[in-house]
């Protein structure tokens, strides 16, 4: 059974950072492409941002260009996202997610909250 398990998310104040990580198991396949997606208090969930586990090629959802970075760990099955300059905008629940032809695996999430 494939899991996805996220960690890293909490309290941060405007400016900070924080690192994400996700780690998959269970699985005897290599994802194609894994990915960040968040989901805010009444509204709905958003690309943030994915990396293709062959090659690296990374996408960005505007919003959070110049301040958030995608990196994996093929090695380990593993995913990151670090996470600077915070706005109270990025306050959401983070999920990890990852892709396989037309089947994707998700993360239960991780809160992130950013306020004063």
């Known amino acids: 059974q494939v899991q996805l398990v996220e960690s890293g998310g909490g309290w941060v104040q405007p400016g900070g950072s924080l690192r994400l990580s996700c780690a998959a198991s269970g699985t005897i396949f290599r994802f194609d492409v894994m990915g960040w997606y968040r989901q805010a208090p009444g509204k709905q969930r958003e690309l943030v941002a994915s990396?293709?586990?062959?090659?690296?090629?990374?996408n960005y959802a505007d919003s959070v260009k110049g301040r958030f970075t995608i990196s994996r760990d093929t090695a380990r099955n593993m995913v990151y996202l670090q996470m600077n300059n915070l706005k109270p905008e990025d306050t959401a629940v983070y999920f990890c997610?990852?892709?396989?032809?037309?089947?994707?695996?998700w993360g239960k999430g991780t809160l992130v909250t950013v306020s004063p």
């Open positions: 997610n990852g892709a396989r032809f037309t089947t994707n695996y």
């Open positions: 990396i293709a586990i062959d090659g690296g090629t990374t």
